[in-house]
């Protein structure tokens, strides 16, 4: 049962996330908090209400798709860095189109969110060119263009043009361009805190900025799952990043490949920014640091072990553990570092998960020599 268990693809994500938890504990004991109280927090507080279900929903949606944009590079043989800057420059697109391109209702989120996903497509596609054309590495192009694209946002923040005057961020979206399911006139109005007082319950969920995010991630999880295993598409993608070599020698457009798939990565991590600020973020503002949804997404990936559906499930997980930990630190004052830590221990238990198959081996080895 032990060997079986070890070489089960699904032991290490087990392991792993035990082995996050005790950490967690241990820090936690060394810094004078009890785990016990501090777990009991997160997990009974958390999930006590459904508000902060709701929250932590709307957490996992942008961390879902920038996770996306890690894993489905890393499917084909790239390590895209750079889903922090195709998030900004969602983020960008959605701010700029939100508010000066007046559209009806339901057609101005829709045209926003294609336009984000060709932004962060083309900032994906734009260090697959790099690398095509100067075999330049698209970790180092994208790193760098995670900059580019920040200064970009600070840019037009600060913009005389466009800030709003006495500030540092862009005029708030349109009403039309929202993806709330919710609209805040409607909780506003008569009508909206009628409805919150009679049903506390579904008040508590719709006072939260639930979108359309969450239904997008499960939905492209699922497409680009099925891009990668069950289509030519994803097969031939899938054969350059195992051996570029052999690709090409059996007539695959390897360079026509590179370019699709970082295009696919980077339009995953435009959707995130461009769902944030259609849902809660409303406009762009001076950034003083990058936000990190995009490193969160690798984390995300890594969790998953590069599988855009698992991607779903790990970013609830991770926003769980981020919640958490702010509730934590709100109820007995422990620093939410200890929930990074946690989160670092999954990762590093994840990166190291390929010994256990080794190890179920050695066993059996073991068992027979000593029959």
Same mark, same amino acid.
Not at 3 to 24: D, E, H, T
Not at 71 to 91: D, K, P, R, S
Not at 337 to 355: H, R
């Given at each position: 049962?032990?060997?079986?268990?070890?070489?089960?693809?699904?032991?290490?994500?087990?392991?792993?996330?035990?082995?996050?938890?005790?950490?967690?504990?241990?820090?936690?004991?060394?810094?004078?908090?009890? =785990?016990?109280?501090?777990?009991?927090?997160?997990?009974?507080?958390?999930?006590?209400?459904?508000?902060?279900?709701?929250?932590?929903?709307?957490?996992?949606?942008?961390?879902? %798709?920038?996770?996306?944009?890690?894993?489905?590079?890393?499917?084909?043989?790239?390590?895209?860095?750079?889903?922090?800057?195709?998030?900004?420059?969602?983020?960008?697109?959605?701010?700029?189109?939100?508010?000066?391109?007046?559209? =009806?209702?339901?057609?101005?989120?829709?045209?926003? *969110?294609?336009?984000?996903?060709?932004?962060?497509? *083309?900032?994906?596609?734009?260090?697959?060119? %790099?690398?095509?054309?100067?075999?330049?590495?698209? +970790?180092?192009?994208?790193?760098? /263009?995670?900059?580019?694209?920040?200064?970009?946002?600070?840019? %037009?923040?600060?913009?005389?043009?466009?800030?709003?005057?006495?500030?540092?961020?862009? =005029?708030?979206?349109?009403?039309?361009?929202?993806?709330?399911? +919710?609209?805040?006139?409607?909780?506003?109005?008569?009508?909206?805190?009628?409805?919150?007082?009679?049903?506390?319950? /579904?008040?508590?969920?719709?006072?939260?900025?639930?979108?359309?995010?969450?239904?997008?991630?499960?939905?492209?999880?699922?497409?680009?799952?099925?891009?990668?295993?069950?289509?030519?598409?994803?097969?031939?993608?899938?054969?350059?990043?195992?051996?570029?070599?052999?690709?090409?020698?059996?007539?695959?457009?390897?360079?026509?490949?590179?370019?699709?798939?970082?295009?696919?990565?980077?339009?995953?991590?435009?959707?995130?920014?461009?769902?944030?600020? /259609?849902?809660?973020?409303?406009?762009?503002?001076?950034?003083?640091?990058?936000?990190?949804?995009?490193?969160?997404?690798?984390?995300?990936?890594?969790?998953?072990?590069?599988?855009?559906?698992?991607?779903?499930?790990?970013?609830?997980?991770?926003?769980?553990?981020?919640?958490?930990?702010?509730?934590?630190?709100?109820?007995?004052?422990? =620093?939410?570092?200890?929930?990074?830590?946690?989160?670092?221990?999954?990762?590093?238990?994840?990166?190291?998960?390929? %010994?256990?198959?080794?190890?179920?081996?050695?066993?059996?080895?073991?068992?027979?020599?000593?029959?």
């Amino acid at each position: 049962m032990l060997k079986r268990f070890l070489k089960n693809s699904y032991s290490s994500i087990v392991l792993a996330l035990l082995f996050g938890f005790v950490s967690g504990a241990i820090i936690l004991a060394i810094a004078g908090y009890s =785990p016990a109280e501090a777990y009991g927090i997160m997990f009974k507080t958390v999930l006590s209400k459904p508000k902060y279900i709701a929250q932590i929903i709307v957490n996992a949606a942008p961390i879902i %798709l920038t996770g996306l944009a890690v894993a489905f590079a890393y499917n084909t043989g790239l390590f895209n860095i750079g889903a922090e800057g195709q998030y900004v420059a969602g983020t960008i697109v959605a701010a700029m189109l939100g508010h000066y391109l007046p559209l =009806p209702a339901v057609i101005h989120p829709i045209f926003i *969110l294609i336009v984000a996903f060709i932004a962060g497509g *083309l900032l994906g596609a734009l260090a697959a060119w %790099l690398k095509n054309r100067f075999g330049i590495h698209e +970790v180092i192009s994208t790193i760098m /263009l995670n900059w580019i694209i920040f200064y970009i946002n600070n840019f %037009l923040a600060n913009h005389p043009k466009i800030k709003v005057p006495g500030s540092v961020h862009s =005029p708030e979206i349109r009403p039309s361009a929202s993806l709330l399911f +919710v609209s805040k006139e409607f909780l506003r109005s008569d009508s909206g805190r009628e409805l919150i007082k009679a049903k506390p319950v /579904l008040g508590q969920i719709i006072r939260t900025p639930l979108s359309w995010g969450i239904p997008l991630a499960i939905v492209l999880g699922i497409v680009y799952w099925f891009i990668l295993k069950k289509t030519r598409l994803g097969y031939t993608m899938r054969a350059v990043g195992l051996n570029k070599d052999a690709a090409e020698f059996s007539g695959i457009p390897v360079k026509k490949n590179v370019f699709s798939s970082m295009f696919f990565a980077g339009g995953a991590a435009g959707l995130a920014g461009a769902i944030v600020v /259609l849902s809660y973020g409303l406009y762009i503002s001076t950034l003083g640091a990058q936000e990190g949804y995009g490193w969160d997404g690798i984390s995300v990936s890594l969790i998953a072990r590069a599988n855009p559906i698992a991607c779903i499930f790990s970013g609830i997980l991770f926003a769980f553990l981020r919640f958490g930990g702010q509730m934590i630190q709100s109820r007995i004052q422990a =620093p939410t570092e200890i929930i990074n830590i946690m989160i670092g221990s999954i990762v590093l238990a994840i990166a190291v998960s390929g %010994l256990l198959p080794r190890l179920a081996d050695y066993l059996e080895r073991r068992e027979k020599s000593n029959v």
